[in-house]
């Protein structure tokens, strides 16, 4: 009987720092030495900002050679590095990312067997695994995944506004060319 009433303590308490959890407040994990923070309006407006940056990257001069989005990765990668350091570590271990380096170390060896060796897609998959990790190790609560969410939406709002006035100017350019004001 005793047994059975430390049971349901230990299972309250594992619902009640479940439901803080969610709920975004600071927990200590059981097993797990680092304690889950919130993410941080700043940490939150980097991933915005980055999001909202994706489609405009063409757009936007590259800074000494650089795209933006290069320059907000790295700007992201330091402030991990320096405020996130535990964050970045505890996430870039993850089996996930540790299938990514697998699959990169077997397509160099590929790559060096080849005559012809060409690194560029690698060098470039290998960019893609470190921005994944950089925005994973970001994105700890659903503040910052929502943020990031809401950044999506910010930019196809903005995509269907373009593509809405674009159609328009087009339909003002056919009436004008097929005014009948035109032909006299």
């Known amino acids: 009987m005793h047994s059975e009433s430390k049971a349901r ?100 060896l590929l790559e060096l067997a080849h005559p012809m060796s060409d690194y560029t897609d690698i060098v470039r998959f290998g960019q893609m695994i470190m921005g994944a990790v950089i925005v994973a190790s970001l994105c700890r609560d659903r503040r910052a995944l929502g943020v990031c969410l809401y950044g999506f939406i910010v930019i196809r709002y903005r995509e269907k506004q373009c593509q809405i006035s674009r159609a328009q100017q087009r339909c003002v350019l056919r009436r004008s060319e097929t005014s009948p004001l035109r032909e006299i």
């Not at 230990?10 to 797990?32: C, H, I, M, S």
């Open 9 to 108: 303590f230990n299972t309250a308490e594992v619902d009640r720092e479940q439901r803080d959890y969610l709920a975004g407040k600071f927990v200590r994990q059981p097993g797990n030495l680092a304690t889950r923070h919130q993410t941080s309006p700043t940490e939150r407006w980097l991933l915005f900002s980055t999001i909202v940056l994706l489609p405009l990257q063409d757009h936007i001069p590259n800074i000494a050679g650089f795209s933006i989005l290069y320059v907000m990765f790295a700007i992201l990668a330091v402030y991990i590095v320096i405020n996130r350091a535990y964050s970045l570590d505890q996430v870039w271990l993850h089996p996930v990312f540790a299938t990514g380096y697998g699959f990169l170390f077997i397509i160099v």
